[in-house]
């Protein structure tokens, strides 16, 4: 009472006083507001949650029972057609097997002579093995047959080369030939004279290694035997002679900046392949007695020809 004592004398302390009162309940109104929202919301979040998990719950239990119905009822349903597949594979397989027995009993008695169809089959093998034999002896003979013809290509080739020798150093051999001059390299004489030796020519069995063949693709004459370096020394030659880059003679070394040939030259150069030419393709259709006669009836000393390989270590 006391403290109302001084509202009761003055009223507009007293209205004063109410409305900061009525100021400060505006101000917090809001505040309880938002609080008591806050409280529901959190309330009503438990609640559905809660709600919700349930739901979840008894949704799976329904589920499980109702799959567990499913697949037992599947399991049996899945037996029993098993057994019953089983069952007939089974009826099936002894069927077969009957089946066969009869028809393979009623074939031996009523079809088929088994004597005759072994008989049969042994001279199948027979005919067989003699076909292989056969064969095996064709193929030997023409091996042979590609063997010979090899031979007597390599025999006209070597008595080619050699007549072609024999023509350059018969007309053109000159005093000092494989005498050093330079040391520096040797001519096409000198390295021919390393295996050429002059003594008469022997026609000698040609080798050949048993895990070599000749092949019938051959870019070489005498490709698979002991005279393959030497063609090839002498084909590179020829090549080196065409381009005008090799001198015959030690006595007339070749001049880089003077690679013309004169007109008389290149006229006898011509001739001599005209010749070795139509030499060699008359060799070619003469047999082995006739290439010998024809040997003996050249006049270009043959028989001091011995052919003496110093890189194989053979001597024809």
Same mark, same amino acid.
């Given at each position: 009472?006391?403290?109302?004592?001084? /509202?009761?004398?003055?009223?507009?302390?007293?209205?004063?006083?109410?409305?900061?009162? $009525?100021?400060?309940?505006?101000?917090?109104?809001?505040?309880?507001?938002?609080?008591? +929202?806050?409280?529901?919301? #959190? /309330?009503?979040?438990?609640? =559905?949650?809660?709600?919700?998990?349930?739901?979840?719950?008894?949704? =799976?239990?329904?589920? +499980?029972? #109702?799959?567990?119905?499913?697949?037992?009822?599947?399991?049996?349903? !899945?037996?029993?057609?098993?057994?019953?597949?089983?069952?007939?594979? !089974?009826?099936?397989?002894?069927?077969?097997?009957? *089946?066969?027995? #009869?028809?393979? !009993?009623?074939?031996?008695?009523? %079809?088929?002579?088994?004597?005759?169809? +072994?008989? #049969?089959?042994?001279?199948?093998?027979?005919?067989?093995?003699?076909?292989?034999?056969?064969?095996? &002896?064709? +193929? %030997?003979?023409?091996?042979? @047959?590609?063997?010979?013809?090899?031979?007597?290509?390599?025999?006209?080739?070597?008595?080619?080369?050699?007549? &072609?020798? @024999?023509?350059?150093?018969? =007309?053109?051999?000159?005093?000092?030939?494989?005498?050093?001059?330079?040391? =520096?390299?040797?001519?096409?004489?000198?390295?021919?004279?390393?295996?050429?030796? !002059?003594?008469?020519?022997?026609?000698?069995?040609?080798?050949?290694?048993?895990?070599?063949?000749?092949?019938?693709?051959?870019?070489?004459?005498?490709?698979?035997?002991?005279?393959?370096?030497?063609?090839?020394?002498?084909?590179?030659?020829?090549?080196?002679?065409?381009?005008?880059?090799?001198?015959?003679?030690?006595?007339?070394? /070749?001049?880089?900046?003077? &690679?013309?040939?004169?007109?008389?030259?290149?006229?006898?150069? %011509?001739?001599?392949?005209?010749?070795?030419?139509?030499? $060699? *393709?008359?060799?070619?259709?003469?047999?082995?007695?006739?290439?010998?006669?024809?040997?003996?009836?050249?006049?270009?000393?043959?028989? %001091?020809?011995?052919?003496?390989?110093?890189?194989?270590?053979?001597? /024809?």
């Amino acid at each position: 009472m006391a403290s109302l004592l001084r /509202f009761a004398i003055n009223s507009a302390e007293l209205q004063k006083a109410i409305k900061v009162r $009525h100021d400060s309940a505006e101000s917090s109104r809001r505040l309880h507001f938002i609080a008591a +929202r806050k409280i529901q919301a #959190w /309330f009503r979040g438990i609640a =559905t949650r809660n709600h919700l998990r349930k739901l979840h719950e008894n949704a =799976t239990v329904l589920q +499980r029972h #109702w799959r567990g119905y499913r697949a037992r009822m599947f399991v049996n349903r !899945y037996l029993v057609e098993r057994v019953h597949q089983m069952w007939q594979d !089974y009826y099936n397989s002894m069927a077969t097997r009957i *089946q066969a027995v #009869w028809r393979g !009993y009623w074939t031996r008695k009523t %079809q088929i002579n088994v004597l005759q169809l +072994r008989q #049969w089959r042994k001279d199948v093998y027979a005919k067989n093995n003699e076909t292989l034999e056969n064969m095996k &002896k064709f +193929r %030997q003979r023409e091996l042979d @047959h590609a063997e010979n013809a090899t031979e007597q290509e390599a025999m006209h080739w070597i008595l080619f080369i050699l007549f &072609k020798l @024999h023509h350059l150093l018969g =007309t053109k051999c000159r005093s000092g030939v494989i005498t050093k001059i330079d040391k =520096t390299r040797f001519t096409y004489i000198e390295e021919m004279l390393k295996c050429l030796e !002059y003594d008469r020519y022997v026609s000698k069995a040609k080798s050949v290694c048993g895990g070599c063949r000749i092949d019938r693709k051959r870019s070489l004459i005498l490709r698979g035997t002991y005279f393959e370096k030497c063609e090839k020394e002498i084909r590179e030659f020829e090549k080196s002679l065409r381009a005008g880059s090799v001198s015959m003679f030690r006595n007339q070394p /070749f001049d880089a900046n003077n &690679k013309s040939i004169t007109k008389n030259e290149r006229l006898g150069r %011509q001739k001599y392949k005209q010749a070795g030419r139509c030499l $060699h *393709q008359n060799l070619i259709h003469m047999q082995p007695n006739k290439l010998y006669e024809a040997i003996n009836k050249m006049n270009c000393q043959l028989d %001091q020809l011995r052919l003496n390989c110093p890189v194989h270590n053979l001597i /024809f």
